[in-house]
């Protein structure tokens, strides 16, 4: 049957309804959500950072905080790389060509920053100035 009156109504996959009250334990963390007050007289809103962490929402940060991760720990292999070819372990000819560019550009990249940058520290003709 069709028609407006026979129409199902039916949610989309990964709506939640709002359960805008919370009940905190003994630590103050959130143990229950609610659709009312009764036991719990505290409302948040839906988008509220704690109540997206309790029902298991990634953080809105979590993006960049994963680019942040993945940049710092780029940079540790490439020390690791730097490493392990100052220790002739390895040859920068025994990687991969596309590695080798790569790891090159992103070393003459890095140098042309730091020139570029301040330099608080560096020796002067005028000795330790700070």
């Known amino acids: 049957m069709t028609g407006p009156f026979h129409e199902r109504q039916t949610r989309p996959v990964g709506i939640v309804r709002r359960m805008p ?3 905190r334990d003994a630590s103050g963390l959130i143990e229950s959500l609610h659709r ?4 719990a007289h505290e409302f948040l809103a839906d988008g509220h950072d704690e109540v997206q962490a309790f029902v298991g929402s990634p953080a809105r940060d979590a993006p960049q905080a994963f680019d942040r991760l993945d940049a710092d ?3 540790v292999i490439e020390d690791l790389i730097d490493t392990l070819i100052v220790k002739n372990v ?3 000819t025994d990687l ?4 080798q560019a790569k790891l090159f550009a992103r070393k003459s990249f890095r140098e042309r920053v730091s020139k570029s940058s301040l330099q608080l520290f560096e020796p002067t003709d005028f000795g330790d100035v700070i």
């Not at 009312?36 to 036991?39: F, H, K």
């Not at 991969?96 to 590695?99: G, L, T």
Request: aromatic content about 12%; glycine content about 12%.
């Open 90 to 92: 390895i040859n920068i």
């Open 36 to 39: 009312s007050g009764g036991d």
């Open 96 to 99: 991969p060509d596309q590695a």
């Open 21 to 23: 009250y919370v009940r």
């Open 73 to 75: 720990f780029v940079r």
